[in-house]
């Protein structure tokens, strides 16, 4: 795998350590855009480690949002995704970031073809840009590339951990490209109730 695809990869990815608090579950009230705030304007910046003997700097932004639709670009990519009161989704199409009910176990149909499933719950996570309670943890398995992709959101935050790994069939080794939250600006009227 090139650095050029590697950090490619990385753009969206990241991993902390995590753990279990107390509560296992999230707050009744929470919804799937407060673990990923689309308000033009929110960004994050991600130290993004891609196995070579430095990091890289990436960051992410959301450009526009209309209430409904959100473009989001890191680096030379722009995604689309389309805020529903049941989840998050990339456009076009039936693959979802977030999507409801939060339950531990829940799965919904993944980025790439890959099967998401919200893994944990309740979670406290640091980071470089500090310390977050009440997290997730969704794990995107299978596709095309049979990725492992594993973030964790946090409500007011978004991703704050991404992490991508994948077996090479040519050397038989696995590649992991990680990022984590180095910083980020969201808007606190980023979850508006309607």
């Known amino acids: ?8 990869a990385a753009a969206a990815l990241v991993t902390v350590a995590c753990t279990q608090t107390v509560r296992p579950t999230l707050p009744e009230t929470i919804e799937p855009r407060d673990l990923y705030p689309l308000e033009t304007g929110n960004a994050w910046s991600y130290d993004v480690d891609t196995g070579e003997s430095s990091t890289t700097l990436a960051v992410s932004r959301v450009e526009t949002f209309d209430g409904r639709i959100a473009e989001v670009r890191t680096a030379q990519t722009l995604l689309r995704y389309e ?21 531990e176990g829940a799965t919904w149909p993944g980025r790439g073809g890959r099967t998401a499933r919200l893994v944990s719950m309740g979670l406290r996570v640091e980071t470089r840009a500090g310390a977050f309670d009440d997290c997730v943890l969704v794990s995107e398995t299978g596709g095309k590339l049979e990725l492992e992709v594993r973030t964790v959101y946090c409500p007011k935050v978004g991703p704050v951990s991404v992490e ?25 009227t980023s979850s508006p109730r309607p």
Do not use: C, H
Request: proline content about 7%; hydrophobic content about 40%; glycine content about 8%.
């Open 83 to 103: 805020v529903l009161p049941e989840g998050i989704r990339v456009q076009p199409g039936d693959e979802w970031v977030l999507r409801l009910p939060f339950e």
């Open 1 to 8: 795998m090139t650095l050029a695809v590697r950090l490619g």
């Open 164 to 188: 991508s790994t994948m077996r090479s069939n040519l050397s038989d080794r696995t590649l992991t490209v990680s990022a984590k939250l180095r910083g980020y600006e969201v808007s606190p």
